[in-house]
């Protein structure tokens, strides 16, 4: 075969959008506020294992998978760093990198005003 026979495939990752914006979730009966990251564009397969979400050095404390395995989203309770890429895995072992640029700048924010008064919030400013 010669090298000039050859056809590179589309990488499928190219695919994968990022959504991030600051939502309140119920955690033990108490409103929190985490940043979901919201991964599209891939194929997010349940499986026994926890998933996990890793940006920079910073894990997400939890990963839902869409029920029909297309969407992933991840909930940090930590400030995100600025990063170029997110990486997806199960119980500690990274399955993909997705070359993602995350801007934490670009989080869609929560209006604090609007938030109950016993709502634990680690990114309060």
Do not use: C, Q, S, T
């Given at each position: 075969m010669d090298?000039?026979?050859l056809v590179r495939l589309p990488d499928p990752r190219e695919k994968v959008r990022i959504e991030m914006h600051e939502v309140v979730r119920d955690v033990s009966g108490k409103p929190h506020v985490f940043i979901r990251v919201r991964l599209t564009g891939w194929h997010?397969?349940?499986r026994g294992l926890e998933p996990?979400?890793?940006?920079g050095d910073v894990v997400s404390r939890r990963v839902?998978?869409?029920r029909d395995e297309l969407a992933a989203n991840a909930y940090f309770?930590?400030?995100?760093?600025?990063?170029?890429?997110a990486s997806f895995g199960?119980?500690?072992?990274?399955e993909v990198d997705f070359d993602l640029p995350i801007e934490p700048e670009r989080i869609a924010l929560l209006d604090r005003a609007r938030l109950p008064r016993e709502t634990i919030d680690p990114?309060?400013?």
């Open positions: 090298a000039k026979e997010f397969p349940h996990f979400l890793v940006i839902i998978i869409d309770d930590r400030p995100l760093p600025a990063a170029k890429r199960y119980g500690n072992i990274i990114f309060r400013r």
